[in-house]
């Protein structure tokens, strides 16, 4: 079974981004993150979501 939630190191590295990339995405809310207890989480939808919004933008 896949991950339902990523850290921003996983994300990161499905995203093929830097860390400090994905945590300027969910600071500017391109990409849904929740904090559960200490640890800020990715739900994996939010990465497919965040790709699709990709493809919206070059249409536009």
Do not use: C, N, W
């Amino acid at each position: 079974m896949d991950p339902l939630l990523l850290t921003v190191r996983e994300a990161a590295d499905v995203l093929r981004m830097s860390t400090s990339r994905v945590y300027d995405l969910m600071r500017t809310r391109q990409l849904r993150s929740h904090k559960v207890g200490r640890a800020r989480l990715i739900p994996a939808d939010a990465l497919r979501e965040f790709v699709a919004s990709l493809g919206e933008e070059d249409a536009a």
